[in-house]
């Protein structure tokens, strides 16, 4: 990615805070998600209809009863018996529809919500570099962990509860029309106030609800790193300061939570009762006014009946609706920042157009920034043959890594300046170009899993190029030597091997997928002398078969290398081979050797770690 569109991520990175963003960006990902299982949603909305229809005959029956058969004193046991069978068959059946629609729309929610969590999982599988450098992974982790289960909510309150809710306020409206219009009317007036109710409600919380969402991936994120540099943080002892930002963390995160449940407590619910009471006297009050004009027949007493209960009816769904509003706000902003997360533009995938064959790389012209007009590269050009072994070296910050990102396709480089075996880098189909370049990076990267599946890494290799490829990188005998061989689980990170043992298991790994350019970045810089020996032999038996490529900052690594490149601030200050560079009087590479030569002798265990 050219610099200037990182810098254009970085500004753009971060959740929507609009509510109209947030209401469309959430409404958008739900029904995309949804989208394969809208047959089930359908047949819910038609079970849903029915029941609503089978409930708001009750209070029909009901009126019936009272204006045909109580108010008359007409005993008709048969029609009063029959009437009261029909009332108890409708509700039965009723709940069992209910009970269809809920088991369509579970099924939905958990569906939809598996593709997203699924989906957001692979997508940033597929994410370029450049976001991971300003990702913060316990952050992340909560996305693709807390908020795909906040979008469960979404389904949830939004089908079961908002649906639900809407067709039982429809069917009772529908009924409360049919008896008596003008009472009709009269309860739909005062309905605009729960909108008003709402619409405070969700301006007072709104804030709050976002801020406790960031809040509480905050605290994943803070309880990621630290679990991850625990070594770190109890050596030097910052277990209390950590300890004390998480408490801070937590208490605002109270805070927060408080200022939501507040807005909840004091506007919510009081004002729904509220309305209630305020419709049923205003039901009540129109009955009075016509007693008094003399207009009651006592047909209407019914009518009040079944208004009385219909009004139960209609307030219980929008105080339903209203009363989910905080819960809904919250999986809002878990679904927007969801949705965020997938717009983050993907690695570009070149169609497949050439191919690496032997492994011969040619670097133009090299110029490469990660911010605008801060160039870490400059005008950097090499000729690499296929088979041939490189070192590179330089001082910290020279741009070793960076040089390695780029032809390992981390970060794209300007078009046309790096080719390998003559084709433009980034026309290599990505799966092509995975399985062909292999890369050992300077802390190996182990699973938790066995030895044999830390080398495959979940590709189609067979047992014999499992083993050859152990065999190559001086694995193999270690690797009998566990108790249960190639099928010993490795504990997690590879806990139960030596730091070199892992490197010799990484470099495993990269040949395992028969690579023709192999890139090591300062694969021996965690490791002793002896094991360094051992990858050195490794990387000697390879030569003439595979292009390596190794960042070292120990010269020894690379001091059988065909060729060696000193970079200083970003360009070739230095090319050739050992003994050529030696001769450069008060060049940077022989400065650079004898400095640890110096080193060496002063500690005669180099790097110092365990040995394979
Ligand atoms: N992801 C990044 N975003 C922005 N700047 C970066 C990034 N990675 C490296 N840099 C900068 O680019 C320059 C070169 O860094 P690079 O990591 O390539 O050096 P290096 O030679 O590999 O150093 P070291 O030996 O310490 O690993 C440095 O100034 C560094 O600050």
Redo the contacts with the bound molecule.
């Keep these: 990615m050219p610099a200037e569109s990182i810098a254009a991520e970085r500004a753009a990175h971060g959740a929507p805070t609009s509510r109209r963003d947030l209401l469309g960006e959430s409404t958008r990902l739900l029904v995309r998600a949804a989208r394969p299982d809208k047959h089930h949603f359908w047949w819910a909305v038609l079970w849903l209809v029915a029941a609503a229809a089978l409930e708001a005959l009750g209070p029909l029956i009901g009126k019936f009863l009272i204006d045909h058969y109580l108010l008359p004193r007409h005993a008709a046991v048969a029609q009063i018996g029959a009437l009261l069978a029909g009332a108890l068959v409708a509700g039965m059946l009723s709940s069992w529809l209910r009970y269809l629609q809920l088991l369509r729309l579970a099924g939905l929610a958990m569906r939809s919500v598996q593709r997203v969590r699924e989906e957001v999982y692979a997508h940033v599988l597929r994410l370029p570099m450049a976001f991971f450098?300003r990702a913060i992974t316990g952050q992340l982790v909560s996305r693709v962990t807390n908020d795909t289960e906040a979008v469960k909510t979404l389904y949830v309150q939004v089908l079961f509860v908002m649906l639900d809710s809407v067709i039982v306020l429809v069917g009772a409206a529908i009924a409360m029309l049919w008896l008596d219009w003008r009472l009709m009317l009269a309860v739909l007036v005062l309905l605009p106030a729960v909108v008003v109710i709402v619409a405070v409600y969700q301006r007072l919380s709104a804030p709050a609800v976002t801020r406790t969402r960031e809040l509480r991936s905050e605290l994943n994120a803070q309880m990621a790193e630290s679990i991850a540099g625990m070594p770190v943080l109890q050596a030097a002892n910052a277990t209390d300061r950590f300890r004390g930002r998480f408490a801070g963390l937590n208490e605002s995160h109270y805070a927060s939570r408080q200022v939501e449940l507040r807005a909840n407590a004091w506007l919510l619910r009081p004002m729904l009762d509220l309305l209630n009471v305020v419709l049923l006297a205003a039901v009540i009050g129109m009955f009075g006014l016509r007693i008094q004009g003399g207009a009651l027949g006592t047909i209407e007493v019914g009518v009040l009946y079944a208004f009385v209960s219909y009004i139960a009816r209609v307030v219980e769904p929008l105080t339903q609706i209203t009363m989910q509003f905080s819960q809904l706000q919250q999986a809002m902003v878990g679904a927007a920042r969801v949705h965020t997360l997938l717009k983050e533009a993907e690695t570009p995938e070149a169609p497949p157009q050439a191919e690496v064959r032997e492994g011969g790389i040619r670097i133009e012209q090299l110029t490469f920034a990660?911010?605008p007009g801060r160039p870490?590269l400059h005008d950097v050009d090499l000729t690499i043959a296929p088979g041939s072994f490189w070192g590179i070296v330089?001082h910290?910050?020279?741009?070793?890594?960076?040089?390695l990102s780029l032809l390992l396709r981390f970060y794209p480089a300007p078009a046309g300046s790096i080719r390998i075996d003559g084709a433009p880098l980034d026309q290599i189909g990505e799966d092509h170009l995975r399985d062909r370049v292999g890369l050992v990076p300077q802390e190996p990267f182990l699973l938790a899993a066995t030895a044999r599946e830390n080398i495959t890494m979940g590709r189609p290799i067979s047992e014999a190029q499992v083993e050859a490829a152990a065999r190559a990188a001086q694995a193999h005998d270690f690797i009998l030597g566990l108790e249960r061989g190639y099928d010993t689980p490795l504990g997690e990170g590879g806990a139960r091997l030596s730091v070199g043992q892992k490197q010799l298991i990484a470099i495993a790994r990269a040949l395992a997928g028969d690579p023709r350019i192999l890139f090591l970045d300062?694969a021996t810089a965690n490791i002793d002398s002896e094991t360094e020996q051992v990858v050195q032999r490794a990387l000697a038996s390879l030569r003439g078969k595979v292009t390596i490529v190794a960042?070292a900052?120990r010269l020894s690594t690379v001091r059988e290398a065909d060729t060696i490149v000193v970079?200083n601030h970003g360009r070739v200050a230095e090319l050739g081979t050992h003994d050529a560079l030696m001769q450069v009087g008060g060049g940077i590479y022989r400065r650079l050797y004898e400095l640890q030569q110096l080193e060496d002798q002063d500690e005669p265990d180099g790097a110092g770690s365990e040995s394979a």
């Design positions: 450098d990660y911010q870490v330089g910290t910050g020279s741009g070793k890594s960076t040089l300062e960042i900052h970079l």
